[in-house]
Nanobody, 126 residues
Framework: QVKLQESGPGLVKPSQTLSLTCTVS??????????WNWLRQPPGKGLEWMGV???????YYSPSLKSRTSISRDTSYNQFSLQLSAVTPEDTAVYFC??????????????????WGAGTLVTVSL
């Protein structure tokens, strides 16, 4: 059974870079059958897909966040990571990592995910 777990700081200052890591157990992030995604949900708002890293290491980002988002991976630890730069209080959200079966349209939506981490709250504040 695949499990995903987010980790990282719960508080980030404005203008800094938010960094989170997702540790995957029970599955291999280099598989060609699945992709590994980051999503977020601001307080009182809906889920937003942020970006994806595929089994071959290729990445694709939401156009609205592309300029500030980077997703990378460490296959030695079966982890993938999110970096979001120049954060503002509007980036305060619960951040989720999730798995989706691969498709080739590039972008994904929350409905595509079949396995989720528990989520971690990141607050952007002084």
């Amino acid at each position: 059974q695949v499990k995903l777990q987010e980790s990282g700081p719960g508080l980030v200052k404005p203008s800094q870079t938010l960094s989170l890591t997702c540790t995957v157990s029970g599955g291999d992030i280099t598989t060609s059958d699945y992709t590994w995604n980051w999503l977020r949900q601001p307080p009182g708002k809906g889920l937003e897909w942020m970006g994806v890293i595929a089994g071959d290491g290729s990445t694709y980002y939401s156009p609205s966040l592309k300029s500030r988002t980077s997703i990378s991976r460490d296959t030695s630890y079966n982890q993938f990571s999110l970096q979001l730069s120049a954060v503002t209080p509007e980036d305060t959200a619960v951040y989720f990592c999730a798995r989706a079966p691969v498709h080739y349209s590039g972008t994904y939506s929350p409905e595509d995910m079949d396995c989720w981490g528990a989520g971690t709250l990141v607050t952007v504040s002084l």
